[in-house]
């Protein structure tokens, strides 16, 4: 008889790698198939086509590290799709497809396999993708579609609510809070949006942004779906609520402290809900943040990260001068995270108990 | 959720506890083996001295082996033969020592241990007894009980914890320890609170056992023992001292020092019944309950065995294998170690053979920084870090930094693992090579 020795434990949860990359590929499909849905077939080709350049690349770069054989390949863990449809998510609808593949190049070859493939990456290779192809093409990557549940009004053009609010300002806005510059200069509203908000009295936009009647990139603009999928992972642990909730209540409390302050309308003015739920934000603090790789690993050093994610994004929303800020802050703090790995060690067992004996004698 | 049920807070896994393949099955004397291997190191610390040589004749109980040191333990005959061979033996937790092979004589007079009145032995007289009749811990790290026992000048034992937690998966042998034979592991557990001069002792045993927390506290009721049974929630790794002294007392143990510096001394149930037999039966440490187990076996069993038998001869009395397993385990699937052969012969630690199909075969990948190894670790470990900084070699680091030397292999880390990296594994081979580069 032929038994199998190893070394304990015998007994493995059902957890794996492979798992936790297809659910998180579940839990954002919905807010994916809710961008095709608003912004036509093409969306869906764009992910398709990120999906499989993506996938391309890792198998391409395994094939010369050596694993000839596709049954081998780094593939089946799934990280490779995931990384592409996170990508694609991030794109604008009527980008290029050479820049998608060129997203997605600059993603895996340089981000995710300079270091070594999976775990080694020292930022999220989605959205350095993102990140790549809109400081270098930033005019192809500005060029939002506007929802087709909207009615296009001519004066908008392409830009999202956060785009146009900056351009408005810094074109010589003031003292108007970023709705009322929406509202004044007549950006779109659903009729949805609107009968909510008379009922309610919360802004139409943040609204609209919350359900998803927002220009922007394809993942990014239902939160509502967003966060459905975000409740749905940590509701089967894989991950945990610290980054994306301390993130998005640090963000909120700073812009309700000081955004006021950039519109000329004093502190503890901000408008929240349609920060919160514009840009990237909620796609940013529910699943590009708490990528596992490039995020800390204790529970207090998630928190000192998601906590300065909240800060930079609040800091470069609005004092930058190019938006990107949710990209921008996710990236500085997976910078700093073998840092906070490096200092944060949780309490060990038996050791307070130590020191104070020490005292004590 | 009741108040009274309590646990220890940091970390901890819910493996599926997989009791009901075994724990409705009563205790059942295992048949005379007709050849036993009786190892001289059964126990934590030195190997034992052989007293017998190639030829002699021994009878059921008598010393075959005395402690080499301090920290060992006697060793009995546990049948009445002919010793045929001494023979290098290994064992499953890869330990090799010498082994007396016995021939059992069926013929040979049988051996009765006759009750005998203790109450006028001394404290000293009884620890006397436990240390000559081999009793050790059977929780599994078989730990010499009399040394245990012996409370050092300027120490006190506030706390007698006793461990009927049995948190590891598949394991019902205390579990029926407790039901079957309730009076008489209380009747141990005065002793050791005796010998130990506790002033409370406290029976920590979890949920999936309230029949066995009835039963004890009936017999309690009915003695009038100061005897507290304290029900525990279901978590792995509360049977580890540690956890459970947390659970319990709500102490921790710091590190590097032993239950004793809080004040506690910590002994399992399996224990208490072989220090009853050895106080109250003069019987040594000879056999013990293995729990044969696990979704290959035929029919699942509580067995009294001679230490010594061969697994196989287990195996073949439970109707042998199902299923072929993929791993027979040697105590529960968390910690215990996988046998490979069928000769290998049962010890005072073996709780369980434990006959497992390898579920969720998964490829390892490299380690995605997940932190869920940090969040199951009940010691607050950063499994890891500790892994990564092995496998670079780096074992200073893993040592004073990542307090390599505070990891007990519980197997949680590993366990939750989604990379499935072997980190217990490692960790037990960074021990090994930090040791050696001393």
Redesign the interface.
């Known amino acids: 008889m032929r038994v199998k020795i190893t070394s304990s434990p015998h007994f493995h949860s059902k957890n794996s790698t492979k798992s936790i990359m297809w659910n998180v590929s579940l839990a954002l499909a919905p807010a994916a198939l809710w961008g095709v849905y608003v912004f036509g077939i093409r969306a869906l080709f764009v992910l398709l086509v990120s999906i499989v350049s993506s996938c391309f690349f890792e198998y391409i770069l395994g094939y010369f590290d050596g694993n000839k054989d596709i049954k081998e390949s780094t593939l089946y863990d799934g990280s490779a799709f995931l990384t592409g449809l996170l990508l694609g998510m991030n794109l604008t609808p009527t980008i290029p497809f050479v820049l998608v593949i060129l997203a997605n190049a600059f993603a895996i070859v340089v981000v995710k396999w300079t270091f070594g493939g999976l775990g080694a990456n020292w930022m999220n290779p989605a959205l350095a993708g993102r990140v790549f192809v809109f400081f270098s093409f930033t005019s192809m990557m500005s060029n939002y579609t506007v929802p087709k549940t909207l009615e296009v009004v001519d004066s908008v053009g392409g830009a999202t609510p956060l785009s146009f609010v900056k351009t408005s300002i810094s074109g010589g806005l003031s003292n108007l809070s970023p709705s009322q510059i929406l509202a004044t200069s007549s950006y779109p509203t659903s009729s949805i949006a609107t009968s909510i908000s008379s009922s309610t009295g919360i802004s139409p936009y943040a609204i609209d942004a919350f359900i998803g009647n927002i220009g922007g990139c394809i993942g990014e603009v239902s939160a509502l779906l967003l966060i459905i999928g975000g409740i749905y992972l940590i509701a089967k642990k894989i991950i945990s609520y610290h980054i994306p909730v301390y993130y998005i209540l640090s963000f909120s409390l700073l812009t309700w402290m000081f955004a006021g302050v950039r519109d000329g309308l004093g502190l503890f003015s901000g408008e929240v809900l349609t920060q919160v739920f514009s840009g990237g934000l909620i796609l940013g603090a529910l699943f590009m943040a708490t990528d596992m790789v490039t995020s800390p690993i204790t529970k207090k050093g998630k928190i000192i990260y998601a906590l300065g994610c909240g800060f930079f994004t609040f800091l470069i929303r609005y004092f930058g001068s190019l938006p990107e800020a949710v990209s921008l802050a996710i990236i500085l703090m997976n910078i700093v995270t073998p840092t906070i790995d490096r200092y944060i060690v949780p309490k060990k067992f038996g050791y307070v108990k130590k020191i104070k004996a020490k005292e004590a004698k | 959720m009741p108040k009274d049920v309590l646990t220890f807070k940091?970390g901890g896994?819910h493996?599926?506890d997989q009791k009901h393949f075994s724990n409705t099955k009563k205790l059942e004397k295992l048949p005379m083996p007709s050849l036993v291997v009786v190892s001289l190191s059964q126990h934590l610390g030195a190997p034992a001295k052989p007293l017998k040589k190639v030829g002699d004749v021994v009878k059921r109980g008598e010393k075959i082996g005395t402690a080499a040191s301090f920290i060992s333990a006697e060793v009995h005959s546990p049948v009445s033969g002919v010793i045929k061979k001494i023979i290098k033996q290994p064992l499953a937790n890869s330990v090799v020592a010498d082994a007396f092979l016995i021939e059992v004589d069926k013929d040979a007079e049988e051996v009765i241990f006759e009750k005998v009145d203790y109450s006028a032995k001394s404290d000293e007289e009884l620890l006397n007894t436990i240390k000559d009749l081999g009793v050790v811990g059977l929780g599994g790290a078989t730990f010499p009980s009399h040394v245990k026992f012996m409370i050092p000048k300027g120490k006190f034992a506030q706390y007698l914890v006793i461990n009927g937690v049995e948190c590891e998966?598949y394991l019902t042998s205390d579990h029926r320890t407790m039901l079957e034979r309730s009076e008489e592991v209380l009747e141990g557990i005065m002793i050791a609170k005796r010998v130990t001069q506790a002033k409370e002792v406290i029976i920590g045993i979890e949920e999936n056992k309230m029949d066995a927390v009835e039963k004890l506290r009936s017999v309690i009721a009915e003695k009038n023992y100061p005897i507290k049974v304290q029900p525990l929630k279901l978590k792995y790794p509360q049977g580890d001292e540690?956890q459970l002294l947390?659970a319990t007392i709500n102490k921790?143990?710091?590190?590097g020092?032993l239950p004793l510096d809080i004040g506690a001394v910590v002994a399992n149930i399996g224990t208490c019944f072989a220090i009853y037999e050895a106080c109250a039966l003069n019987k040594p440490l000879i056999e013990r309950v293995v729990c044969v187990s696990g979704e290959c076996i035929n029919e699942p069993k509580n067995l009294i065995v001679p230490i010594g038998t061969p697994i196989s001869n287990l195996i073949d009395y439970c109707g042998g294998f199902k299923t072929?397993?993929?791993?027979?385990?040697s105590g529960g699937?968390?910690?215990?170690?996988?046998?490979?052969?069928?000769d290998i012969p049962v010890v005072k630690g073996t709780s369980g053979v434990?006959s497992?199909l390898?579920?969720?075969k998964?490829?390892e990948?490299?380690?995605?920084?997940?932190?869920?190894c940090?969040?199951a670790c009940?010691?607050?470990?950063?499994p890891?870090?500790l892994y990564r900084n092995i496998k670079n070699g780096n074992y200073q680091v893993a040592l004073d930094?990542?307090?390599l030397m505070?990891c007990k292999?519980c197997?949680c880390c590993?366990?939750?693992?989604?990379?499935?990296i072997?980190l217990?594994?490692s960790f037990?081979t960074g021990k090994k090579l930090a040791r050696k580069k001393k």
């Open positions: 940091r896994v493996p599926k998966p540690k947390k921790e143990i710091p590190s020092k072929e397993p993929d791993k027979i385990i699937a968390m910690m215990g170690f996988a046998f490979h052969s069928l434990i497992i390898e579920e969720n998964e490829r990948t490299a380690c995605i920084s997940c932190g869920k940090v969040d009940p010691i607050g470990l950063m890891t870090m930094k990542y307090s505070d292999e197997g590993a366990y939750v693992c989604p990379a499935h072997p217990v594994h037990k």
